[in-house]
C-alpha cells in the first residue's frame, strides 16, 4: 500500500507531487526548501536550512519516521561555499544519527531567491 503525505502547514507542493510518500517501510521525502508557509524566503542560508529542515522533520512524522531513522539526506546549495554555515545545523538536527548524504551546488532552484533544498529516505 502506498500513502502519500500532504501537510497543510508547509508550503505547498509548486508542481505535481506529494510532500512525502511511505510504503513498505520506507518514506521518501521530496525536495523541501527554504520558504514560508505565507511565501516569505529569509535571506540567510541557515535561515533558510532550518525551515526546510523543520519541513522535512514534519513530513517525516507524518509518515510514522524521524530525523534519526533518515537513511539519505541530498542537500542542494546555490553556494557550496556556504557549506559550513549549514554544518552545525547538521549536527544540532541529527545528532549521533549520520545518515547517508550527498551535498552539491546547483546553478539555481526554483526560484532564484532560494538558496538550499533538501530531500531524503528514512525508515519507518
Not at 502506498?2 to 511511505?22: G, K, N, W
Not at 534519526?68 to 546555490?78: G, Q
Not at 559550513?84 to 532564484?112: C, M, Q, W, Y
Request: with cysteine.
Amino acid at each position: 500500500m502506498i500513502q502519500r503525505i500532504m501537510l497543510d502547514d508547509i508550503l505547498q507542493p509548486v508542481s505535481h507531487y506529494c510532500h512525502a510518500v511511505q510504503a513498505n517501510g520506507i518514506v521518501w521525502v521530496s525536495g523541501l526548501v527554504g520558504m514560508r508557509h505565507d511565501g516569505s524566503i529569509p535571506d540567510s542560508t541557515v535561515e533558510q536550512f532550518d525551515i526546510a529542515m523543520d519541513d522535512l522533520n514534519a513530513c517525516l512524522k507524518a509518515a510514522g519516521s524521524g530525523l534519526d531513522r533518515v537513511t539519505k539526506v541530498r542537500i542542494f546549495m546555490t553556494d557550496i561555499s556556504e557549506r559550513a554555515s549549514i554544518n552545525p545545523r547538521r549536527i544540532r538536527d541529527f545528532g549521533d544519527h549520520r545518515p547517508a548524504s550527498t551535498l552539491v551546488e546547483v546553478k539555481a532552484l526554483v526560484d532564484p531567491r532560494m538558496k538550499v533544498e533538501i530531500e531524503c529516505e528514512a525508515v519507518v
